[in-house]
């Protein structure tokens, strides 16, 4: 660990160049960057005064402290008033400059400068179980059920809120629960939304088979968990017609700063017809340039997905490549946030973005709606349902199956030729 100490004082003006390197490789403008390092040459200045011989020894009480040596200390600094919403600073004045102070240690303790990170916020943890079961019950799921991690990850989350839920009841064990309790936690997490509540009745009562099967309650309570009915292909997909995905993509100028990104990406859900789970989760060594193949990671399922780039994919994805994308991006994902630090996208980010783009553009849909009108223009080109399983990636046929209603004339033409042609 790197000190540099002038009379037992830490020196913090000779970080000051390795920091702008820093944020300047992580995409921050020049006027960001000169923001930042004023605020850090101002702490420099209080560790100082106060004599701070390591940055660990800097407390969180003294943010409020550094602040008004800010304000005292610099003629253009003023009084800021915080958010009126909820924050997750203890101090609510001078936000940016608090998240700048954060964003130099994170800086300092990740790069070996400090052993630790004293102005670290604390995440939502998910880990602090009041029922050892639960955790023996994920660990289970984990070893021997299976499941794609996105699985996983489903499970993981309500089977902690629920937990989280028994100790509000001040339940004390699992023969305390009652149908009840049940019921108020599926009302709390999902309301009157039907997917959602099938989905927390299906995790629950894996749960309670695991408990019921190790002895911990004295009752199935798998058995009494009844899920609101739903008929199989009882809802048809409504996609974009082809015309809207042409005026979608059509109306995403390239010219302007950061859309590149957003036209690859559109192009990549329209014309490949992927979740924008896959999209995110895209590296730049899936790409095989010289056999235009792109190979998607697993995330709803256990293999890879690899499907062909077109060439109007291939370019998009090469001039957002060589023209807008960070070149010295410490991170492997294709797509990366447009605004400073510049990180990998996430699926919400991707979903939020496809569907402000639709919007611009008069059209009243969803990013997935996408995949739907990639598959239906599939099949009005005759492609079998076998292969649009392939295509998108589908390990159960089932999932294929609510296509068949898309197109009616073809289902028609199919019937009248005996499905010779399938």
Request: aromatic share 12%.
């Amino acid at each position: 660990m790197r000190r540099f100490h002038e009379g037992g004082v830490l020196d913090l003006t000779r970080w000051i160049p390795d920091y702008e390197v820093h944020l300047a490789s992580h995409g921050y403008k020049a006027c960001g960057i000169s923001r930042r390092l004023k605020y850090l040459r101002c702490f420099a200045q209080f560790v100082q005064a106060k004599g701070l011989g390591a940055l660990q020894e800097f407390l969180p009480d003294q943010t409020a402290e550094f602040a008004d040596y800010w304000v005292h200390h610099y003629p253009w600094a003023r009084t800021v008033y915080g958010f009126t919403g909820k924050s997750r600073l203890q101090l609510h004045h001078h936000q940016a400059l608090q998240y700048s102070l954060r964003a130099f240690f994170r800086w300092a303790s990740t790069s070996g400068r400090m052993p630790r990170d004293p102005l670290a916020l604390s995440p939502p943890v998910r880990e602090i179980y009041s029922f050892p079961e639960a955790v023996e019950y994920l660990q289970f799921c984990r070893e021997h059920k299976g499941l794609a991690q996105n699985s996983l990850d489903q499970i993981e989350l309500f089977v902690h809120r629920f937990d989280q839920f028994l100790r509000c009841q001040h339940l004390d064990g699992w023969s305390f629960i009652r149908s009840h309790h049940i019921d108020l936690f599926t009302r709390q997490q999902a309301s009157h939304n039907m997917g959602r509540i099938r989905r927390i009745h299906s995790i629950l009562r894996g749960l309670f088979r695991y408990l019921f099967s190790l002895g911990r309650v004295d009752r199935d309570w798998a058995a009494a968990i009844v899920s609101p009915r739903r008929y199989r292909l009882d809802r048809t997909p409504r996609p974009p017609s082809a015309e809207q995905v042409l005026r979608l993509l059509g109306s995403i100028d390239r010219r302007q700063p950061g859309r590149k990104r957003d036209f690859a990406i559109v192009l990549m859900a329209a014309g490949l017809g992927v979740r924008a789970s896959e999209i995110a989760a895209l590296l730049l060594e899936d790409i095989d340039w010289k056999d235009s193949v792109v190979r998607f990671p697993p995330i709803k399922s256990k293999n890879f997905l690899y499907l062909p780039l077109s060439r109007p994919l291939l370019e998009a994805l090469a001039d957002y490549l060589e023209n807008e994308r960070l070149a010295g991006s410490p991170y492997r994902n294709v797509f990366l946030s447009g605004k400073a630090p510049l990180r990998p996208m996430t699926p919400s980010s991707v979903s939020k973005l496809i569907a402000r783009k639709m919007r611009l553009a008069g059209i009243r849909a969803t990013g997935h709606q996408l995949r739907h009108a990639f598959a239906s223009e599939l099949l009005r080109s005759g492609t079998p349902f076998s292969t649009l399983q392939e295509l998108l990636g589908h390990a159960d046929f089932t999932s294929t199956q609510v296509y068949t209603k898309i197109d009616l004339v073809q289902l028609r033409e199919v019937a009248d030729n005996g499905g010779e042609d399938f």
